[in-house]
Every structure is written in structure tokens, then in C-alpha cells.
């Protein structure tokens, strides 16, 4: 049961190719100064943007230690989240309590700025993670404001920039002056949920799921099981990788909870999934009305 409630990372595509982008970027960046390139990563909620940028993270540091195995006082990677209706002084708050530096009321922006800045320079940190970036709006003063603090952290902090955010485009991150300048330092990778049209997107498919099923902890399923249902699975979760992570370890929770210890259909059926995920079934459910006949009554 702990282990179904850590989410089942898989080495999708799109996690292999937002890794190879970004060590691409860190060599690059390595010996400028300022002006850096970075990776802005959206696309529809339930995608695996966040996923993809926690895994990017994990290996990266990963690999830092393993170049580096001495002891050392080394935060290679930061993770933070855009809070909603930010301010200036609430991004750089979120920087320091990832770092653990207290931050007092009577601090102002100058003061915990340069503190991150700071901290950032002396723990080697190369690769800065900023999540939510759709809590973002370029188009009010507070959003402004925020992306520019965004951007004075980029000149001053040494390393390379993953943003991402759901459907960055739609909020403006990329209008006016300011979203000119980001859009000509960052390049962009969408996101998009798993085709199924093609014989080789459903041979994609049946291999995720198939993945999913391998590493589940259930003494009685039988492997292949839910490989049968991929296509009900991909009827039922649109292709989202998050509702369909959800569906399969929700299933394996009750199988453990009646002592099956196997995955069933019925299993699978009983999963209230997303609000998105159920309206996308209720839709491709929903019968088809009769036209009514000219001239009927």
C-alpha cells in the first residue's frame, strides 16, 4: 500500500526528451554569463509536466554526485512552485524556504533576494525548476512584476531555467515586451496526452500500460492482464498519463484490500477518476440521438 501510493514514474518520451534538451542547455550555459537559455515545458493538465521536470531534477542531481562524491555543501537542483495571485516577495520566499532560510515578516524583497542569490552561488546550484508558471499573468502588474523578478533570479543565479506551466501560451507568457524578451531565451516543448489512432500508438500504449502493470506488488495478477483492456483504458483516461497512473494503482489498492491480489475489469470500472477524465467518457458514452423524420409528429 506505500509503495502503490508513490506515483509510478515511467521513462516516457517526453521524459527522455525534456532530459536530453536540458543537458544539452547546461553545457551551453556553462560559461555564460548572462542571457542563458532555458526550456519552458506546457501542455494540458494531466500530461506529465511536472513528472517530467521532477525526473529531469532527480537525475540531474543524480549525475552531480556521482561526478562529485566527496562531501561537499552541493545543492545542484532547486524546485519551486509559482504560488497563486504571487508577488514579487512571495516567489523569492518560495526560493528561500526550499533552501531552508528563514524568512521574517520584516524582511523585504531586497533582503531575501540577495540571501537566495547568494546561498544559490555557494551551493553550486546549476538547475532551477519552477513549477505552476500559468499562475503567471503577464497581462496584470502583480504577473509582471513576478516575471520580472523571475528574470533578475536568471542573470543573477549561475544556472540553466526549466519553466513549466499548463498552456503557457494562453496567459500571455509571450506578449508584449516582456514576453518577447522570454520568448527569445526559451524554447518551448508541448506536452500532449497518448495517441491511439495509429498501429504504432497503440503499440505505445500497450507498452505504458504494460509497464504500469509490471511494477505493481500484487502476488495474483497475472502479467498481460491489463494489457486486454488497453484499449477500455485509453477510452477511460483520454490518453492522460496521470488519470491512467491513477486508475491502475487505484485498482491494485482495492484488489489488496479484498485479498484478490489481481487487477479485474470490474476493479478498473470502480475508479472515480478526474473530473476531466469522466467527462471525456460520459461524452464518448453518450448515445447518439434518432433524427427525427420530416413530417413526424
Known amino acids: 500500500m506505500e509503495f502503490l501510493s508513490d506515483p509510478i514514474v515511467v521513462n516516457t518520451p517526453t521524459i527522455q526528451q525534456v532530459i536530453k534538451t536540458v543537458r544539452r542547455l547546461l553545457i551551453l550555459n556553462r560559461r555564460q554569463i548572462s542571457a542563458r537559455r532555458g526550456l519552458i515545458i506546457t501542455g494540458g493538465g494531466g500530461t506529465g ?21 566527496e562531501p561537499q555543501h552541493r545543492i545542484p537542483v532547486i524546485y519551486v512552485t509559482v504560488p497563486p495571485a504571487a508577488t514579487p516577495r512571495m516567489l523569492a520566499a518560495e526560493f528561500a524556504r526550499f533552501l531552508g532560510l528563514p524568512v521574517a515578516r520584516r524582511d523585504n524583497i531586497t533582503d531575501i533576494t540577495n540571501a537566495v542569490c547568494a546561498v544559490l552561488s555557494d551551493v553550486g546550484c546549476d538547475l532551477v ?35 513549466a506551466g499548463i498552456d503557457v501560451e494562453r496567459v500571455g507568457l509571450f506578449s508584449g515586451t516582456r514576453g518577447r524578451q522570454i520568448a527569445s531565451r526559451f524554447s518551448t516543448l508541448s506536452t500532449q496526452p497518448f495517441a491511439h489512432g495509429t498501429p504504432t500508438q497503440r503499440d505505445n500504449w500497450r507498452s505504458l500500460v504494460l509497464t ?65 477524465a469522466e467527462h471525456g467518457l460520459a461524452m464518448k458514452a453518450a448515445p447518439s440521438r434518432p433524427r427525427k423524420q420530416q413530417g413526424a409528429a
Open 129 to 163: 525548476l519552477v513549477d505552476e508558471l500559468h499562475n503567471l499573468n503577464l497581462a496584470t502588474r502583480a504577473g509582471a512584476e513576478v516575471s520580472d523578478q523571475l528574470k533578475y533570479f536568471a542573470e543573477r543565479i549561475p544556472a540553466t531555467f526549466i519553466l
Open 212 to 276: 504500469l502493470e509490471q511494477a505493481l506488488p500484487l502476488h495474483q495478477h497475472k502479467p498481460g492482464t491489463l494489457a486486454r483492456h488497453g484499449e477500455y483504458l485509453y477510452r477511460r483516461t483520454g490518453g492522460m498519463l496521470g488519470s491512467l497512473s491513477h486508475v491502475i494503482r487505484g485498482a491494485a489498492i482495492d484488489a489488496i484490500l479484498d485479498d484478490t491480489e489481481k487487477i479485474t475489469k470490474a476493479h478498473l470500472q470502480a475508479i472515480l477518476l478526474d473530473h476531466q
Open 49 to 69: 509536466k511536472t513528472t517530467a521536470i521532477t525526473q529531469l531534477g532527480r537525475a540531474h542531481e543524480i549525475s552531480v554526485r556521482l561526478r562529485h562524491p
